[in-house]
Nanobody, 127 residues
């Protein structure tokens, strides 16, 4: 069974950067679509980004496009989310997730389409 462990969260000022990491164990990384979701207190869970199992194609929600970059290293079984020009509204717990196939639901970052979830890492953007 695939397992996911996130790290790299922290406190940054607006305009700053963070890189989140996700270690994937239990299965080859290229067997899965890997996504990042986030949830702030009292708010709906939101899909941030995902990367295709098959060809590395990436997808982003509009609010982070141009600021965030998802990437993966199959040899290290790692997935990364580079976050630049962070804004207070980016504050949330960020989760690494995995889905067993590439579907419209996974591309659309619908959280029900993702089968496996990490424990989350806190990102706080504040002055």
């Amino acid at each position: 069974q695939v397992q996911l462990v996130e790290s790299g969260g922290g406190l940054v000022q607006p305009g700053g950067s963070l890189r989140l990491s996700c270690l994937v164990t239990g299965a080859p990384l290229d067997d899965y679509v890997i996504g990042w979701f986030r949830q702030a207190p009292g708010k709906e869970r939101e899909g941030v980004s995902c990367i295709s199992t098959y060809d590395g194609t990436t997808f982003y929600t509009d609010s982070v496009k141009g600021r965030f970059t998802i990437s993966r290293d199959d040899h290290k079984n790692m997935v990364y989310l580079q976050m630049n020009n962070l804004k207070p509204e980016d504050t949330a717990v960020y989760y690494c997730t995995a889905a067993g196939s590439l579907t419209q639901a996974t591309i659309d970052l619908h959280w029900h389409a993702y089968d496996y979830w990490g424990q989350g890492t806190q990102v706080t953007v504040s002055s």
